[in-house]
């Protein structure tokens, strides 16, 4: 069955940089639409970043300039790197892959969570002041 397991989350100070790694089992990365999620406490997940098939990376307004998302085929593994870390940018950060690339079509900006069907357990990212 499908697996993805996050690592890489950890604690650093304001400006701080970390990069997020998600090693996927019997899902091949190669051309799917996968995305790096983020959760705060009590909130929804929302969407940090996606990788798109064909088309440029999707990024959320809150990390764009700051965070690049990348994928490695011969690995499967998708990254993100994240750069002048903020205390905002503390949460649970979640790796998610559709059932097919299909499922991300149509959508101009990073789908919603629904849209994906799995999931890894989370890392924690957490930024000091």
């Known amino acids: 069955h499908v697996q993805l397991a996050e690592s890489g989350g950890g604690s650093v100070q304001t400006g701080g940089s970390l990069r997020l790694s998600c090693v996927a089992s019997?899902?091949?990365?190669?051309?799917?639409?996968m995305a790096w999620f983020r959760q705060f406490p009590g909130r929804e997940r929302e969407g940090v970043a996606q990788?798109?098939?064909?088309?440029?990376?999707a990024y959320a307004d809150s990390v764009k300039g700051r965070s690049t998302i990348s994928a490695d085929s011969s690995k499967n593994t998708l990254y993100l790197q994240m750069n002048n870390l903020k205390p905002e940018d503390t949460a649970m950060y979640y790796c998610a892959a559709p059932t097919t690339y299909r499922s991300c079509s149509g959508y101009s900006s990073i789908p919603p969570s629904r849209i994906f069907r799995y999931w890894g357990q989370g890392t924690q990212v957490t930024v000091s002041s």
């Open positions: 019997e899902y091949s990365i190669d051309g799917a639409c």
């Open positions: 990788i798109r098939r064909g088309g440029l990376p």
